[in-house]
């Protein structure tokens, strides 16, 4: 994490608290080593919203989609505060030595399953890299329900669940393996949109 993304953080985590009130539920299943945060992707304001539910100091990088590093000086700022860029629709041999190396120090990371934002469960599927890196790295998945789009000042429940590391059959998880274990990562976080912390 650098200390950019802490002085970012302090920056913005008021402004989304303000237009987007929402309640957290679930950081004691946070492991105190490296995990992978996998939220639904419903809104381009998820990552921001993930992040600011999470403490400052969670050593979090996150993995965000290149097209948004062509953008001048946007690019260069998300790279100062910890995102690096992923290729969709391929495999990204850049972004997955980038995220090992990332979990591989103990860090946290946050990426999204699907992959692409979806308005409703089952529009697509999982990628099998979360559960990729999850098997390779031997860390934790965490399943993370940040609501459907948000809309301003209405409120939304940020849930996080009990970490989830799938079990293979041999030394290493087969390309089915890590397909099932995506679907069933991606079939936790769904379930999680039962919780209402306004309750």
């Excluded at 008021?14 to 929402?22: A, K, N, S, V």
């Excluded at 001048?72 to 100062?80: A, I, S, Y």
């Excluded at 946290?108 to 529009?123: H, I, K, M, S, Y």
Aim: aromatic letters at 10%; proline letters at 8%.
């Amino acid at each position: 994490m650098t200390s950019f993304y802490r002085f970012v953080y302090r920056i913005i985590a008021p402004f989304i608290r303000l237009f987007f009130p929402h309640r957290v539920v679930g950081l004691e299943n946070l492991p105190e080593g490296g995990a992978i945060i996998c939220p639904n992707h419903a809104s381009g304001w998820d990552p921001f919203l993930v992040a600011v539910s999470m403490p400052v100091d969670s050593r979090l990088a996150v993995m965000g989609k290149d097209q948004l590093f062509h953008i001048p000086v946007v690019g260069w700022l998300l790279r100062k505060a910890g995102v690096f860029p992923v290729k969709r629709g391929g495999n990204d041999l850049t972004a997955m030595k980038t995220a090992l190396r990332v979990l591989g120090e103990g860090n946290r990371l946050l990426v999204f399953p699907e992959g692409t934002r979806v308005d409703e469960q089952g529009e697509t599927g999982a990628k099998g890299g979360v559960a990729v890196m999850a098997a390779r790295t031997k860390t934790p998945m965490i399943p993370v329900y940040c609501g459907p789009k948000h809309k301003l000042f209405r409120k939304t429940t940020v849930v996080f669940g009990e970490p989830y590391s799938p079990v293979c059959a041999g030394r290493r998880p087969t390309a089915e393996e890590n397909r099932q274990a995506a679907e069933e990562l991606l079939r936790r976080i769904y379930a999680l949109s039962e919780v209402d912390g306004w309750k």
